[in-house]
C-alpha cells in the first residue's frame, strides 16, 4: 500500500516546453470570461489555448511544462554520461547501459519476444504441486500472481516495518471497469479480451484458439477479484485495511499454499505475522490457488510475464500494448518519442543515483533557505488557523498543535543517497533481463527491511520528481528539487505569484496532516485517535459537506467526481489555499496593497493558483483518472474549491447570481 499523500497524480505525461515569464503572464488568461462564472477559464484559458491537446498526450498541464524541461535537462546529463567510458560497476555504466540499451530499437526489434523465452519455458514446466515454490519465485522476480507482498511501516507502531500481504494485480484501472454493464463497459472489456489474445500469439507462441481460451481464463479471475476489492473510496479508511494474521491464522485461512516455506523462500525466516489488506480479495485468491486447473495456472502466469515486459520489447509488442492502455483507455494517439521512454528507465530503477546528477547540476541551493522561510509562515498560519477554529474543542486544539510542530521537513534532496553497487547492469544480456534482475534487486531490498526500524531519513520521491507528498507514519512533508523551480516557486516572481503556487503546495502538504486519512495518525505517526467524539463528528459533517459538492460536478459524458474518494486532496487544497493566503497577508506586498499590471496582490495569489491547474485532458483520461484518482481535476480543484473561500469572493467581487457564489450558509470551511 502507498500511504504517501502527493500534489498530484505519480504518473506525469510529457508536455512542451513554453517560455516563462516571472510572476503572472496576462496571455495565459481568458479576460473574457466572468471570473465569478469560471475562475478556471479566467486564470488559465489563454494557456489552454495556446496549448491545444497533441496527439502525444492524454492530458497536460502547467505541472507538465516543468516535467518537460526536466526530461531536456536529464537527456543531457545522460548525453554528456554517454560521452565518457565508465568503469563497470559505477553509476555511470549502469544509468549509461540501460539508456543505451532501451534507445537500441535495432536491437530490441531483432530480438521481438525471445528475451521472454526462458521464463515461459519455466512456466511450461509449472507443476501444480510445486505451487508454494513457484509463487515465491514469480512474486520476487516478475509481478504478483494472486496476491502480493511489500514491507512497509506498522501503522500503529511506525518505528517499525511489518509485512504486508496485497490484492494481486490485474489489467484494467480499477474495478468498474469490470463491474459496469452499459454497451461502453462491455465493449471496453471485449477489447482488452482482444487485446490479451493478440499478447499471447505475439509473445507467448500460442495459436487463437489456445490465446482466447487464456485470456477468457483471466478476465474471468480479474472479474472475480473486481466484485470482491474495496471500493477506491472505501479503501482511503486504513483502519480497514489493518488485519493482523499470524501466519497459523494465515495457514487455517488460505490453505492453498504452504506460507512458512513461501516466506522462507522469500528470505523472510521467522515471520510471526503480517497485515492483510483485503481479506475478501484473498477468499477469491484461495479459491482460484485450489480450484484453476494446471494449464489455467500456466495461463495466467504466462499472462503477468509478457504484460508486464510490453513495453521493453519490439516496436510491434510495444505499440500493441500502447494501442490498448495509450489510444482506448487514456485517448492518447501518439507514444512518447523514444528517448523519452528510454529515460524513465534508469531514472526509476536507479532514482537517487539519476537524482544526485540532477541536483548538482540543476539545483538552486539557495532554493533551501528560501523555502525553509516559506515553511515557517506557513505553519505559524496554520497554528493560527487551528486555534482559532471554532468546532474544534481545546483538547484536540492542543494534539493538533503538537502533530504540526513535530512536522519533518524534506527540502530539494536526501542528506544521504542511496547506494546502488548491489545492482549490475549487463549490457550484454537482453534490456528485459537487466529489468528483471533490478526487479529482484528492489524486491530483495525491500523484503530485507521486515522487522527492522524505519529508516525515516529515506526519501519516497526521487529529487527529479515534479510534485510533492505528506507521509502519515513520519509525519513529513517533502518537496523534491524538481518542483521548486517557476511557475511554482520563482525566486523573481512577486510574493502573491509564489505564495499562490509554491505557498499553497506547502499549506496543501501541510494540511494532509489533518485531512480525513492524514487526521488518524499522531505526532508520532502511529495510526491512533487523538481526537474527541464531538470533534470528530463536526469534522465529518464538514468533510461530508465537502464531499457532496464535489459530487453534483459532472466530468465527462455522465460520469459525475466522486467526492469520497477526492475528499483528502480537496480538504489539503482547501486548507492550503486557506493558509497560505493568511501567511501572503503578513507580506509587505499584500500590506501596500498596490496593483500590478492591473491586479490587486490578492487577486494576484488567486490567479496564481488558477494558473498551475490549467490542463487539457481527453475524454477518456478524464474518465480513468475520476475512476482511479484520488486527485480531482484541475477544473474542480480550482472552481470547486474556491466556491467555499470568503477572500477568494472578496477579491473578485464574486455575488449572488454569479455561477462561482456559493452562500455563506452552504461553505463548506475545515482548516
Not at 499471447?200 to 477468457?216: D, E, P
Not at 528507465?345 to 540532477?358: F, H, K, Q, R
Not at 502511529?526 to 459538492?549: C, H, I, S, Y
Not at 491547474?613 to 474542480?636: C, F, M, V
Request: charged share 25%; with cysteine; net charge neutral.
Amino acid at each position: 500500500m502507498m500511504l504517501m499523500a502527493t500534489l498530484m497524480a505519480m504518473t506525469i505525461a510529457p508536455t512542451t516546453v513554453t517560455a516563462q515569464t516571472h510572476g503572472l503572464n496576462r496571455a495565459d488568461m481568458n479576460l473574457s470570461v466572468n471570473p465569478g462564472d469560471d475562475f478556471y477559464e479566467y486564470a488559465g484559458g489563454g494557456w489552454m489555448k495556446a496549448n491545444p491537446l497533441k496527439p502525444e498526450y492524454p492530458s497536460y498541464g502547467v505541472f507538465n511544462d516543468l516535467a518537460e524541461n526536466n526530461r531536456n535537462q536529464l537527456k543531457e546529463l545522460f548525453a554528456n554520461l554517454g560521452k565518457t567510458k565508465h568503469a563497470q560497476g559505477t553509476v555511470g555504466q549502469k544509468v549509461t547501459d540501460l539508456y543505451n540499451l532501451a534507445m537500441d530499437s535495432d536491437r530490441l526489434n531483432r530480438e521481438g519476444a525471445a528475451p521472454l523465452k526462458a521464463d515461459l519455458t519455466d512456466v511450461a514446466a509449472f507443476k501444480k504441486a510445486n505451487l508454494t515454490a513457484f509463487l515465491a519465485k514469480t512474486h520476487l522476480t516478475l509481478g504478483n500472481p494472486f496476491f502480493g507482498i511489500g514491507v512497509e511501516t506498522d501503522l500503529k507502531n511506525s518505528d517499525m516495518n511489518v509485512m504486508w500481504v496485497s490484492a494481486g494485480t490485474s489489467g484494467l484501472p480499477d474495478r468498474d471497469y469490470y463491474l459496469n454493464t452499459d454497451a461502453d463497459s462491455k465493449k471496453l472489456q471485449q477489447t482488452y479480451r482482444d487485446y490479451m489474445v493478440k499478447l499471447f500469439m505475439l509473445c507467448g507462441g500460442y495459436k487463437k484458439s489456445a490465446a482466447t481460451r487464456a485470456a477468457k481464463t483471466i478476465y474471468d479471475m480479474e472479474y472475480q477479484f473486481a466484485q470482491a476489492k474495496m471500493s477506491r473510496a472505501e479503501a482511503r479508511d486504513y483502519n480497514k485495511l489493518y488485519n493482523i494474521y499470524t501466519i497459523d491464522q494465515l495457514q487455517k485461512s488460505y490453505p492453498a499454499i504452504q506460507w512458512r516455506q513461501y516466506f522462507d523462500l522469500m528470505g523472510v525466516k521467522n515471520l510471526d505475522w503480517v497485515i492483510l489488506e483485503q481479506p475478501k480479495v484473498m477468499d477469491v485468491a484461495q479459491k482460484l490457488m485450489a480450484t484453476l486447473s494446471e494449464q489455467q495456472m500456466k495461463d495466467y502466469f504466462s499472462w503477468l510475464i509478457i504484460s508486464r515486459a510490453t513495453g521493453h520489447l519490439s516496436d510491434e509488442i510495444g505499440e500493441t500494448a500502447f494501442n490498448f492502455y495509450g489510444r482506448t483507455l487514456s485517448g492518447q494517439q501518439e507514444r512518447q518519442a523514444r528517448w523519452k521512454r528510454a529515460q524513465n528507465i534508469p531514472n526509476s530503477l536507479l532514482g537517487e543515483a539519476v537524482g544526485e546528477l540532477y541536483v548538482n547540476k540543476y539545483f538552486a541551493q539557495g532554493s533551501k533557505e528560501k523555502m525553509l522561510k516559506l515553511i515557517n509562515n506557513l505553519r505559524k498560519s496554520l497554528a493560527a488557523h487551528i486555534a482559532g477554529l471554532t468546532w474544534m474543542s481545546d483538547t484536540t486544539k492542543v494534539n493538533a498543535l503538537v502533530k504540526l510542530n513535530a512536522f519533518t521537513v524534506k527540502i530539494g534532496y536526501p542528506d544521504k543517497w542511496r547506494d546502488y553497487s548491489g545492482l549490475q547492469v549487463d549490457p550484454a544480456k537482453s534490456l528485459y533481463e537487466n529489468i528483471k534482475a533490478a526487479s529482484i534487486y528492489e524486491t530483495r531490498r525491500n523484503l530485507d527491511k521486515c522487522g527492522k526500524p524505519v529508516d525515516k531519513d529515506e526519501w519516497g520521491m526521487t529529487p527529479q520528481t515534479v510534485n510533492a507528498y505528506y507521509n502519515p507514519t513520519t509525519n513529513e512533508i517533502c518537496f523534491p528539487a524538481a518542483i521548486l523551480q517557476a511557475p511554482f516557486f520563482d525566486v523573481e516572481a512577486d510574493d502573491a505569484t509564489n505564495y499562490g503556487a509554491i505557498g499553497v503546495v506547502i499549506g496543501h502538504e501541510m494540511t494532509h496532516g489533518f485531512d480525513d486519512q492524514g487526521r488518524t495518525f499522531d505526532a508520532a505517526g502511529n495510526m491512533v485517535d487523538w481526537w474527541t467524539e464531538g470533534d470528530a463528528q463536526r469534522f465529518n459533517a464538514q468533510a461530508e459537506k465537502l464531499a457532496a459538492q464535489f459530487d453534483e460536478y459532472t466530468v465527462v459524458d455522465d460520469l459525475h467526481a466522486n467526492g469520497h474518494l477526492t475528499l483528502g486532496e480537496n480538504i489539503a487544497d482547501q486548507g492550503g489555499l486557506r493558509i497560505a493566503y493568511d501567511a501572503f497577508k503578513q507580506t509587505q506586498q499584500f500590506k501596500d496593497g498596490k496593483q500590478m499590471d492591473g491586479f490587486t496582490p490578492a487577486q494576484r495569489f488567486y490567479l496564481s493558483y488558477g494558473r498551475i491547474w490549467a490542463e487539457n485532458s481527453s475524454n477518456e483520461y478524464l474518465y480513468q483518472i475520476t475512476k482511479s484518482d484520488p486527485h480531482s481535476i484541475g477544473r474542480l480543484r480550482v472552481n470547486c474549491t474556491l466556491r467555499n473561500i470568503d477572500t477568494f469572493f472578496e477579491a473578485f467581487g464574486v455575488k449572488p447570481g454569479d455561477k462561482m457564489w456559493r452562500d455563506p450558509a452552504d461553505r463548506a470551511i475545515i482548516w
